[in-house]
């Protein structure tokens, strides 16, 4: 009978949170969406569902290329395309309506773990009323527009409470295996669900796990032991949890994690420097903070006051009664002082980045749902205090019966709690501001919609419609917050109007690559909705493995002035495949200077007022791919010191053009390659190489240069090129001209330097950048006249102090550096520096007559691009593909029926290639994505995981523990063993 009516309050309490729920949030339901990010959510659902029921690994209609599906969570939006496809709710609707459930469910959810945890269905009941109420709860979407995000908040109360139910058993009633057995398949079932609906949720909840296992394994209700042990006890529970948690979730963990590992610069999930400063107070609703000053990504994530007053007490109260929920009290204070100290200590303590950039933000959910459970328990613990008394006075009588102890006490908290509610409802009254106010003006103005919550902030709630709380404001305003009751199909579109109709004359087709400029964010938002073709530009940076070239990419096509070089944006543009660039007219004006007549048509313009878009078409462009016999150059060099960015960056500003010759990203180490598969390359950059053999390298190296290569040596990168010369003399054997170096330097200028030959009539040394680092001589590898080797002769020399020398060898070239040259040019950014650089690429670079392929391309399958190639050069050739290289891509040559693995190297700005030999025209070159290795590797943990859960649950429930019994005995006699020995 208890359970029965405990169930029909249950019950009763489900349509009252739907209710305050639709009240407050009803607007996610209505009107335009709401969200910064949404948009382009809502674009890339749109591009997922056309391939549906395909699920396409490769994105290629962003970032370069990228995986949504490894370097996003996607599964939120196929749970939306899955309701469109079995309901008659648009994709849309679908979004809309799970935005919305999102926070009645975390609310029931807060009300069945007070249900299981406390037994006590008053707190639940209050906690379950009370999470609607804190902008936390909607403020992911109707700010951020963080969808996943807000969806993931249903999966944090599951995986905790599993896990303080196990850990609870384990400290309670340890010989209740099964018990545990189910909570840990619980906890790993909730555990995966929450990592695939977005990786936050998994670091913002084990952040806080540590510090509540610690502190509740001291807490009651505990078995009778010593505090050591229990401790040792709740850290078992603790690992087991976690190492069962994250296996179980390995099938999508372990290819995502890869996926991640191999971006460039280091690229990882967080924010970086857009850490929100925040106060304690402004978190728990104490005060109201401009939102200039919390950051872009903390406005408005708030307590309601009422969750934040009552949490401060509900900790108070725990620990005074020493209650088992004080340990996630202490938990909810470290949230506090994590999130709202996030400056302070990435500034202090760096070495906590890993863990402060992926959860300072992200977990105020989980804050906002234990601070909600501990004010539930602060308010119960508030009213029930004359129960207390009254419950210990009468029970020291001794005669009066429970029921009746029971009636007196609620009578005593009822009699405290409704002058409560009357405070609650005049203090809501008195601090209610609405947007047609003066001073919900103000909030406008800063970007908010509507101040509608008892001190909260955000979506607009309908309370001007309560008797006497309309506070000047007029009925017809008021009317307008009313709930329409309906679920709207609108969507968010953030492309200028007649976007479409604008650039219809554009060639916009899947080979098209499109630059937008940053200061066109929100056309990037919605692209996918509008166009198929390729853009560089990424809503989610964590997504590209191209986040480092980007940014260079932006910088050339975007953000010089007016002095910047219109031949390194046309260059740029060749490099990344550039078509059609998209700039702002009023904010991009001085990169627009830079689209020189000379390489650039004005294409279209769309747009209108302060937002029209001038778009640029790069005549005579490469396209996203091309094929040709070109020289080409390969760089082997330091991957960690980003050895190839500098040959890059060198090249795109004028020491050589895309059109003369293709860059290749190789290796640290020489000998990692054989001499046949060097010879492919025309020229090799060694730029802070290094090797395993110094024979075997340099020996290989002197038969490529003997037969025809080209090769760069720069030997001045102290630390990093492997013979930069320490404190002796270094020998550098064939081919390079100079047989020994000595570190040193030659002071604070060029006075006394002389450029050799003809470079010393082209070239003026006083409009070199001075040899300084900072304030000190630059260091370089030096040697001297008499140890160049016969056929060489000096570039750059000082006496008899040679810095840069030169030659022919056997049917090759070779130029030596002792200075880092490519670092200094680049710092210094001198001209005559780059003029000289360029002429000493020419002479490396053969000059050839050039032959172009052309190909025709099927990629109507993202995971698998087909190229036939129509026309082919004679000569050995490469084709070079501006789409982004992870290792996952695997390429193939058909010819008839016989199919050849190609191997695929980095090209250009983190692009992919492929050399071809052989070619008479008809074959077709095959790309494909595939992450299936990756998977099956995380399958194979995820299913033992889950298989050994389920086993021993089996062996629990069927075998009465029989297995366990002869592992226990297998161990005692190991353990006797090894008495006995």
């Known amino acids: 009978m208890k ?61 370069g290329g990228q995986s949504i599906t490894m370097g996003y969570w996607v599964f939120p939006y196929y749970i939306a395309i899955v309701i469109d496809c079995l309901s008659n709710l648009t994709v849309e609707q679908a979004v809309r309506l799970l935005e919305f459930l999102a926070v009645p469910v975390v609310a029931l959810q807060i009300y069945i773990y007070i249900w299981i945890r406390l037994k006590n269905q008053f707190i639940a009941s209050v906690g379950a009323l009370l999470y609607p109420l804190s902008s936390l709860a909607w403020g992911w979407v109707t700010q951020a527009g963080f969808f996943g995000m807000h969806l993931s908040t249903v999966t944090l109360l599951p995986v905790f409470l599993f896990f303080d139910l196990y850990l609870n058993s384990e400290l309670v009633e340890p010989q209740k295996v099964l018990r545990k057995r189910l909570f840990l398949l619980g906890f ?76 460039t610069q280091g690229q990882k999930f967080g924010y970086g420097l857009d850490i929100p400063f925040l106060t304690w107070k402004g978190l728990l609703g104490f005060e109201l903070m401009d939102p200039y000053l919390v950051g872009s990504l903390h406005t408005p994530l708030y307590l309601s006051t009422i969750v934040g007053l009552f949490s401060v007490v509900g900790v ?159 009925d017809a305003e008021c009317g307008s917050y009313k709930p329409k009751y309906t679920i709207d199909k609108a969507g968010k ?55 480092s070239w980007l940014g260079i990419h932006n910088e050339a096509m975007f953000l010089y002035s007016s002095e910047g070089n219109s031949q390194e944006v046309s260059e740029v543009a060749k490099w990344f495949g550039v078509k059609y660039a998209f700039l702002n007219r009023n904010k991009d004006k001085f990169a627009l200077d830079n689209y020189s007549s000379d390489y650039w048509l004005d294409a279209a313009q769309a747009g209108s007022g302060e937002n029209v878009i001038k778009i640029k078409e790069l005549e005579n462009t490469p396209g996203m791919i091309s094929i040709s016999d070109k020289p080409s150059v390969l760089v082997i060099g330091s991957l960690g010191r980003k050895a190839y960015t500098d040959v890059y960056r060198v090249a795109t500003k004028g020491a050589f053009s895309f059109d003369r010759a293709y860059l290749i990203q190789g290796t640290e180490k020489i000998d990692d390659y054989s001499l046949n598969e060097i010879k492919q390359f025309s020229v090799v950059v060694l730029h802070g190489y290094s090797y395993d053999n110094f024979n075997e390298a340099w020996g290989m190296l002197k038969k490529y240069v003997e037969d025809g290569g080209s090769l760069f040596i720069d030997t001045g990168w102290q630390y990093v090129s492997k013979d930069w010369g320490k404190d002796e003399d270094t020998t550098l054997p064939d081919p390079a001209p100079i047989t020994k170096t000595l570190w040193g330097n030659v002071g604070l200028s060029w006075d006394g330097a002389t450029l050799a030959g003809d470079y010393g009539e082209s070239f003026k040394l006083e409009k070199f950048a001075p040899p300084l680092w900072s304030d000190m001589p630059w260091g370089m590898a030096i040697g001297k006249m008499s140890s160049l080797r016969p056929w060489a002769e000096p570039v750059l020399r000082i006496g008899d102090k040679v810095i ?38 020419n002479f490396l670079i053969p000059k050839e007559e050039i032959t172009k392929g052309e190909v025709m391309v099927n990629w109507d399958d993202p995971d698998r691009v087909y190229i036939s190639l129509l026309t082919v050069p004679t000569s050995p050739s490469f084709l070079y593909f501006t789409d982004s290289y992870t290792p996952d891509w695997r390429a193939y040559l058909l010819k008839g ?75 005692r006699r190991i353990h006797l063993w090894d008495e006995e020995e």
């Not at 103000?442 to 506070?471: E, H, M, R, V």
């Open 316 to 474: 108070g109260m725990s620990i005074i009664k020493r209650h088992f929920i004080s340990a996630m009290g202490v938990t909810s204070l470290f949230y506090l002082v994590w999130i709202t100290n996030a400056s302070f200590i990435k500034e202090r303590l760096p070495f906590l980045d890993a863990f402060l950039d992926p959860t300072n933000v992200r977990s105020s959910s989980t804050a906002a749902i234990y601070f909600t459970i501990l004010a539930a328990f602060g308010i119960w613990s508030l009213v029930d205090i004359p129960g207390a008394g009254l419950r210990y006075f009468i029970g020291r009588l001794g005669k009066i019966p429970r029921l009746v102890i029971t009636k007196i006490t609620l009578v005593s908290a009822n009699i405290l709690v409704i002058p409560f509610a009357i405070w609650m409802f005049i203090e809501f009254q008195n601090n209610k501001i609405f947007p047609g106010t003066d001073k919900g003006r103000d909030y406008i103005n800063y970007g908010y919609a509507s101040y509608p919550g008892f001190k909260t902030l955000d979506p607009t709630a309908p309370f001007c419609n309560i008797y006497k709380w309309q506070n000047g404001i007029s």
């Open 897 to 971: 029926n016989q199919k050849t693995d190609l191997k695929i190297y980095r090209a250009g700005p983190g692009f992919k290639g492929v050399w071809l030999s052989q070619l008479q025209g008809g074959e077709k070159v095959i790309f494909e994505y595939s992450i299936t290795k990756n998977v099956l590797i995380g399958a194979f943990f995820s299913i033992t995981s889950v298989l050994i859960i389920i086993y021993s649950i089996i062996d629990s429930l069927f075998l009465k523990g029989l297995v366990e019994k002869k592992i226990r005995n297998f161990k």
């Open 493 to 547: 579109d953030s492309a200028p109007q007649n976007f479409e109709a604008d650039v219809a004359n554009l060639d916009l087709d899947k080979l098209a690559r499109v630059s937008v400029s940053p200061n066109l964010g929100s056309l990037a938002f919605s692209w996918a909705d509008h166009s198929r073709s390729s853009m560089l530009q990424t809503p989610s940076s964590q997504a590209t493995p191209i986040i």
């Open 804 to 841: 840069v020398a030169k030659g022919n060898y056997g049917k090759g070239r070779v130029l030596w550096s002792g200075m880092n040259m490519l670092v200094h040019v680049l710092q210094s950014g001198s001209s005559e520096e780059f003029r000289l650089l360029r002429e000493l690429f």
């Open 188 to 263: 790993s079932a909730s555990l995966t669900i929450a990592i695939l609906m977005h990786g936050s949720a998994m670091p913002s909840l084990l952040l806080g796990f540590p510090l509540y296992t610690m502190v509740r394994s001291q807490l009651n209700p505990r078995i009778k032991e010593a505090r050591l042990y229990s401790f040792f006890r709740s850290v078992k529970a603790l690992l087991i949890c976690i190492i069962f948690g994250i296996l179980t979730s390995f099938f999508f963990l372990y290819p995502q994690l890869k996926y991640f590992a191999f971006q």
């Open 3 to 63: 359970a029965f009516f405990s169930l029909i309050l249950f019950a009763a309490i489900i349509p009252l949170v739907f209710y305050i729920s639709y009240s407050i949030g009803h607007l996610v339901l209505e009107g335009e969406m709401m969200g910064g990010d949404t948009a382009y959510h809502l674009s890339w659902i749109h591009t997922l569902q056309r391939y549906f029921p395909k699920i396409p690994m490769w994105f290629p209609f962003a970032g």
